[in-house]
């Protein structure tokens, strides 16, 4: 199947969808598809081979954040121009209601478009103001995919649709293979030592560092050589760590992908602490890939992804004095430690990227069916 | 000549009111047609999923009562009238749920990728009717009748088909 992507954020910025569609892109190449990525990029600037550059990507503030985005009648003539050179039978957006590329590919595509929604945003300027054009833009859209339950509910809600929920992949193999860190996670027995880890933005309060850390200060003075593994954007002095963590604690920074496998492969517990706001939770999945038992705080989209609690524990919202207790039950127990570990494993399957890209290629399929034709059989695009 | 400005005013707001006139034209037969195409492959996907259930009770639940029972709501099914078909269609998803399927198993396989592709064909359909639906309640489109050359599209109201063993 010949297949266009559109990205709609610079693919040199890390962040979800970017990492989304390079993954997608790249398993469906290796499933013998042929896939061309239309993203925001310089033309000099290095990129996969089945990337198309659409020039440089502006700064714009957007949804509260500074979104990098291409828009206007250049990157309208690009994206117009790889459409045509394309033939391709289906067209995949991204977050298509955003002012980027993605938009201007769906006005300027025929046939059948298939859209992922990623985000949940419930308040998107987007929405609120233009319902009607929103309307235009999803009418063009046959296919429509979230990655979780919160997005599936927006596109309900609020777009007046449904959508089918696939959720993010995760590279299994990328995970399961990284070899731990020298040296980790070290010893632990009942009584004794163990690593725990933590990864994100830890100075960022709904990642819930601080209950964490309120955890750690109560149990770790019981239990000598317990230690944290700590990995994220952000300066360990914004954060105030009791000395008894704060000793015990391991700093290595912003991580790469290789060496976030290679962490997550270096604990004995995987720590997500979490408030609120996660309406997915791929570091769960990276975690489970990555055989490290999760503890995670008992929000419905972990719950989810943990299968109930039995692929990984869930402690209440914000209670520190549960997580603390889960944690020391958890080390004491390397029985029931490997029980959720090997049922996270059976779990991780279903969001490895092959078995996921299957059920986005269902989606295609489904989508040129419901037209009866491929983009490159289509009527021409209304010119308006 | 003071007549000119108004003759130029009259001539554009008619080049504007015909090109948009034009194009919701467009965008109803559009609409209508990508209806009813989603209509035929939500068409073609039922029936793929009636066979596959019906190789199912033939094959794995042969001899099994419960075999019977899925092979006749699948033949139903595949016979039903336009008007109990949605039914029918319920029925089969009823008996497919009594099931438990071996996602390991190839006809059980078939089944459970069939009902997949039964939910996928079913929401675009629902899309697109009810994308089509709206443009033709628009004023101008009941005004001029832009929607008389096609048949009101009609949802196709069935259960979740999707089977849980997936």
């Known amino acids: 199947m010949r297949i266009g992507i559109v990205c709609p954020y610079s693919l040199d910025v890390p962040g979800g969808v970017q990492f989304h569609v390079r993954d997608l892109a790249e398993t469906l190449i290796a499933m013998g598809h042929e896939v061309s990525v239309l993203a925001p990029a310089d033309d000099d600037q290095p990129l996969p081979p089945y990337v198309v550059a659409a020039g440089r990507a502006v700064p714009v503030p957007y949804n509260g954040s500074v979104a990098r985005l291409n828009f206007g009648p250049i990157s309208a003539a690009r994206t117009r121009r790889w459409l045509h050179q394309g033939d391709f039978d289906v067209l995949h957006v991204h977050e298509p209601l955003t002012p980027s590329l993605s938009l201007l590919a769906v006005m300027s595509a025929r046939g059948p478009v298939v859209a992922t929604f990623h985000t949940a945003m419930t308040r998107s300027r987007a929405l609120a103001a233009g319902a009607p054009v929103a309307r235009v833009v999803l009418e063009r859209i046959t296919g429509r995919i979230a990655v979780s339950e919160l997005a599936r509910r927006v596109q309900v809600e609020h777009l007046d649709g449904g959508a089918v929920e696939i959720p993010n992949g995760v590279s299994v193999a990328h995970f399961a293979d990284a070899e731990p860190l020298p040296g980790w996670p070290g010893e632990c027995r009942p009584g004794y030592g163990g690593t725990v880890g933590f990864l994100g933005r830890f100075t960022e309060p709904r990642k819930g560092f601080d209950i964490l850390v309120r955890a750690l200060a109560e149990v770790m003075p019981q239990r000598p050589g317990m230690r944290l593994l700590l990995a994220g954007p952000g300066d360990l002095d914004e954060v105030d760590l009791p000395p008894v963590v704060a000793e015990r604690t391991t700093f290595l920074g912003k991580v790469s992908e290789e060496d976030k496998a290679r962490m997550l492969r270096s604990v004995d517990l995987y720590i997500a602490p979490n408030t609120g706001g996660e309406s997915f939770g791929m570091i769960l999945t990276e975690a489970m890939a990555a055989g490290a038992p999760v503890v995670a705080t008992d929000l419905d989209a972990f719950r989810r992804v943990l299968d109930g609690g039995r692929a990984g524990a869930l402690f209440p919202n914000g209670d520190a004095a549960s997580l603390g207790e889960a944690v020391i039950d958890l080390l004491d127990d390397g029985e029931r430690r490997r029980e959720l570990a090997e049922h996270a494993e059976r779990v991780v399957a279903a969001y490895d990227w092959p078995v996921v890209a299957a059920r986005v290629l269902e989606v295609y399929n489904s989508a040129i069916e419901a037209l009866g034709e491929t983009v490159s059989q289509g009527e021409p695009p209304a010119q308006w | ?166």
Do not use: C
């Open chain 2, 1 to 166: 000549m003071p007549g000119m400005e108004w003759v130029i005013g009259v001539v554009a707001l008619v080049v504007v009111i015909a090109s948009y006139v034009t194009w919701t034209a467009g965008r109803v037969d559009r609409l209508h047609l990508r209806a009813a195409s989603a209509g035929r492959a939500l068409d073609s996907q039922l029936v793929r999923r009636a066979a596959a259930a019906a190789v199912l009770a033939e094959t794995e639940l042969a001899g099994d009562p419960a075999g019977d029972d899925l092979y006749a709501a699948a033949r139903a099914a595949l016979d039903a009238r336009e008007d109990d078909r949605e039914a029918s269609e319920n029925d089969l998803t009823r008996m497919l749920r009594k099931q438990a399927l071996d996602p390991q198993e190839p006809n059980g396989a078939a089944v459970i990728a069939a009902s997949r592709r039964v939910a996928l064909a079913r929401q675009m359909h629902t899309d697109l009717v009810r994308a089509a639906l709206g443009a033709r309640e628009r004023p101008l489109v009941r005004l001029l009748r832009l929607n008389r050359k096609h048949a009101r599209p009609a949802y196709f109201d069935i259960d979740d088909p999707t089977l849980s063993a997936v």
